[in-house]
């Protein structure tokens, strides 16, 4: 999965810096050294903590702490954690040009499909 970051108040959003997630490590890439460093740094290994109620159990509230290690804790950095550290809004780039959401998949999570279509890109 590829996510690009801009800088909040661009309004044409042009991408400043970029992450790659392979399944087991992420790549950061940047012309802006700052913004590589920054955005590098924010991508360390450790637990993040998000009020999404995406990330919750039904019936729960509050926060939730997301391990590092899956594609799960990479959104979670790219849509916390670096908005919070450097500034810069995320903003995801598909990696698969067929296939996509399927409705009549409901009994998938979500979560799964998103897994699974991440999954081509690197066969």
Avoid: C
């Amino acid at each position: 999965m590829r996510v690009e970051f801009a800088a909040h108040e661009d309004e044409s959003k042009t991408p400043v810096a970029s992450a790659e997630w392979d399944g087991r490590e992420v790549t950061v890439s940047a012309d802006d050294e700052a913004h590589r460093d920054a955005i590098a740094r924010a991508f360390r290994r450790t637990p993040v903590v998000t009020n999404d109620a995406a990330y919750r159990r039904m019936g729960t509230s509050g926060e939730v702490v997301v391990r590092p290690g899956d594609l799960q804790w990479f959104r979670t950095v790219a849509q916390t954690r670096v908005p919070a550290e450097t500034g810069l809004v995320a903003r995801f780039i598909p990696g698969v040009s067929g296939g996509g959401f399927d409705p009549a998949a409901g009994y998938v999570r979500f979560r799964d499909q998103i897994e699974r279509l991440d999954e081509r890109t690197r066969s």
